[in-house]
């Protein structure tokens, strides 16, 4: 593994926090209301019951993840 040029990690730490405050500013002026209602997620409603499996969101949540986890590692490799 390759050493972090001085400076390069509070870079990378500043960055992650800008896109937090980002996806935060969105989920917090209803980016998101579509998420966990997509065709797919289980909602089962009885008497007092609820039951809620998000299914078919957190299968799009896996995939946005993996393709950026792959290519942070591309980037970090070069």
Do not use: C, Q
């Not at 209301?33 to 299914?55: K, M, Q």
């Amino acid at each position: 593994m390759r050493k972090v040029e001085r400076g390069g990690m509070g870079l990378w730490i500043i960055g992650v926090g800008a896109l937090l405050i980002l996806i935060g500013v969105v989920v917090r002026y209803g980016g998101f209301a579509w998420f966990g209602r997509l065709p797919g997620d289980i909602h089962v409603e009885t008497g007092s019951t609820r039951v809620y499996v998000p299914l078919v969101s957190m299968i799009l949540v896996s995939v946005a993840l993996t393709l950026l986890l792959n290519l942070v590692l591309r980037l970090l490799r070069r």
